[in-house]
């Protein structure tokens, strides 16, 4: 497994503005992914962010609204642009290695916007 | 379509009973299977997975869980419930061919009271 840690860990935002989320992880991950979960229900997943290679977005989301950075092997950043109050969730980074194919999660961001 | 279905949105129980969280998937070609808990405000911990060979996996916590090909489920067995068991319990599923994503269901909410 993995250490995994997001940063900011909650906020509250205001209508219009952007926020970018950090995810760390103690070792080098080949995969990592970005998910939400909406109040009260499952977990969604966003995109895949591979390191070298430009996000992989599941339908519904779209890279303008949601741009990930993968720079290195341990680390990526989610920004959820141009918030509203339907972007109110818990964002969930999530890392895996083929060789166990096995996800293990961040603790999460709790975003509530206004 | 890959889906997970739990039909319990919320399991009662007392402390000590035993409990069976329910869980369905639909596929037509192998699948790898995987239990998560998310504790309140917490993220997800894996409890137990099924990737291949014995089809009851033990995991974390005195849970275990059955692989039942014929009848597509994976339910979540414990003989004893504890208080600290409340939380949220989701059931996921993926592919088997490269690092696919997780499938994840409804959640189930376990509330265990004393």
């Known amino acids: 497994s993995a250490v995994i840690s997001q940063k900011p860990s909650r906020d509250i935002c205001q209508r219009g503005t952007s926020l970018t989320i950090q995810c760390q992880v103690d070792s080098q991950v080949t995969m990592m992914f970005w998910y939400r979960q909406q109040p009260g229900q499952s977990l969604t997943l966003i995109a895949t962010a591979n390191q070298g290679s430009e996000a992989t977005y599941e339908s519904g989301f779209v890279i303008d609204k949601f741009p990930i950075s993968r720079p290195n092997l341990t680390f990526s950043t989610l920004t959820v642009s141009n918030m509203s109050p339907e972007d109110s969730s818990i964002y969930l980074c999530?890392?895996?290695?083929?060789?166990?194919?096995?996800?293990?999660f961040g603790p999460g961001t709790r975003l509530t916007v206004l | 379509a890959q889906s997970v279905t739990q039909l319990d949105s919320q399991v009662p129980v007392f402390e000590e009973a035993p409990v069976e969280l329910r869980c369905n998937y639909s596929s037509s070609v192998s699948v790898y299977l995987f239990w998560y808990v998310q504790y309140p405000n917490q993220g997800l911990q894996l409890l137990l997975k099924y990737l291949s060979g014995s089809t009851l996996v033990k995991g974390i916590n005195g849970f275990e869980a059955e692989f039942n090909k014929s009848q597509t489920s994976f339910h979540l067995r414990k003989p004893s419930v504890h208080i600290s068991d409340t939380a949220e319990y989701f059931c996921?599923?993926?592919?088997?061919?490269?690092?696919?994503?997780?499938?994840f269901g409804t959640g189930t909410r376990l509330l265990v009271s004393p």
């Open positions: 999530s890392v895996g290695w083929e060789s166990t194919d096995t996800q293990y």
């Open positions: 996921a599923r993926r592919g088997v061919l490269g690092f696919q994503k997780l499938v």
